[in-house]
Structures are given as C-alpha cells and as structure tokens.
Antibody
Framework: QVQLVESGGGLVKPGGSLRLSCAAS????????MRWIRQVPGKGLEGVSS????????YYADSLKGRFSISRDNAKNSLYLQMNSLRAEDTAVYYC??????????WGQGTTVTVSS | QSVLTQPPSVSAAPGQKVTISCSGS????????VSWYHQLPGTAPKLLIY???KRPSGIPDRFSGSKSGTSATLGITGLQTGDEADYYC???????????FGGGTKLTVL
C-alpha cells in the first residue's frame, strides 16, 4: 500500500544538526512533489519545505532558509531534510507528505525532533 | 500566527450540520486550491478535501468543500461523535512560496 515512513528524529542540542529521512513505497515516487510539514506539540501545522518531482526545484519557509536543505533520491524512493543550526523553536513533529494537486494526500506517521540542552 | 484564519472551535449536536471557515488572501486562497485535513490526537493529519471541493477515495459525502474569492468553507453533515477532531485548511502561498495552513478548528460534537 501507499506509505511514507520517516526516521532520523531525536534529541539534539541547540546549534546541532539532524538529517531526517522518508522512505516511500507503494507508488511511483519520482512522479510526485513532496513536502515536509511540521507541528509543534499542541499547535498547528507549518509548511517547512517542498521539492519538485525531479528534485531541481525547492522551496523553504522564510524562517528556515539557509539552515534547512531538502533533497531526494528517486532511485532509492527517499526524501531527506538536512537541518543545521537547530534552535529550540524547531522542536516539533516532522511529517513527510506527498503533494497531490491542491492537497497533501499521503502523510507519514511523523518523527519527533527535540532541540534542548 | 497562522497565515490562514480559522475559528478556534465549533460545536454542534449529533446529526446536525457544521461549517468551518478559512480566510486568506489573494496570494494564497485567492489563486490556489484549498485542501482540508482532520487530525485525531496523536495521529497524523488526514486529507478530507482537495482542489477546493474534491473528496479522496474513502471520504464520505458528508464532507464537502467550497471556495469563494479569498475564503473557503468545510461543511460536515450528519455529525457523528467520531467526527470530533481538529480540522485544518491549507493551500499554497504564491508569495511565500510555501504551504500555509489555518490555525486549526476543534470540532466538538455535543
């Protein structure tokens, strides 16, 4: 079945780095835009970053430009988010999502990132 | 503060109808498709409506979406206790070049 599985979250100190991964299965990964969405516990959803199906076009939330980098490996059906210079306010559940026209039709279960000393 | 504006909460009795509004601007709702999601505690959001008014396979026709100008509305008829959840609207913002969402609306079925 169509599935997205995130990994790579954890506890990191302020200023540290993490690389999130998302393994896709059950669909032709290379045909879809993908997006990372995050959610601070108890709060709303926030768009983090998007990448085109071929990986040549990327978008980022203004507050994250220069610190986060999105990439994908279509041969491995995988999406990545490299997060550098992490701050306490980056603490959230990070979701990998598949973009369908005007919506996000497949969501992973989420991976938790905690930035704390 | 969210780019899109939703009421924090709505409530209605079982069997009744409720609507949830989502207000934005020309850079987001006004020129892009709107989607709606619901989220149960501890779970990932699930797509309810995409392209303003389309339902993915498996979503009952009790759920409907509409858009007019820079606002969108989610309608739910025949409310069930299982519909209690947080509901979010979302769309692409052409100016921010990012996916934006409303702050979420908590639905209570009394």
């Amino acid at each position: 079945q169509v599935q997205l599985v995130e990994s790579g979250g954890g506890l990191v100190k302020p200023g540290g780095s993490l690389r999130l991964s998302c393994a896709a299965s059950g669909f032709t990964f290379s045909n879809y835009y993908m997006r990372w969405i995050r959610q601070v516990p108890g709060k709303g959803l926030e768009g983090v970053s998007s990448i085109s199906s071929g990986g040549d076009i990327t978008y980022y939330a203004d507050s994250l430009k220069g610190r986060f980098s999105i990439s994908r490996d279509n041969a491995k059906n995988s999406l990545y988010l490299q997060m550098n210079s992490l701050r306490a306010e980056d603490t959230a559940v990070y979701y990998c999502t598949r973009a369908l026209s005007g919506g996000l039709d497949v969501w992973g279960q989420g991976t938790t990132v905690t930035v704390s000393s | 503060q969210s780019v899109l504006t939703q009421p924090p909460s709505v409530s209605a009795a079982p069997g009744q109808k409720v609507t949830i509004s989502c207000s934005g601007s020309s850079s987001n709702i006004g020129n892009n498709h709107v989607s709606w999601y619901h989220q149960l505690p501890g779970t990932a959001p699930k797509l309810l409506i995409y392209d303003n008014n389309k339902r993915p396979s498996g979503i009952p026709d009790r759920f409907s979406g509409s858009k007019s100008g820079t606002s969108a509305t989610l309608g739910i008829t025949g409310l069930q206790t299982g519909d209690e959840a947080d509901y979010y609207c979302g769309t692409w913002d052409s100016g921010l070049t990012n996916m934006v969402f409303g702050g979420g609306t908590k639905l209570t079925v009394l």
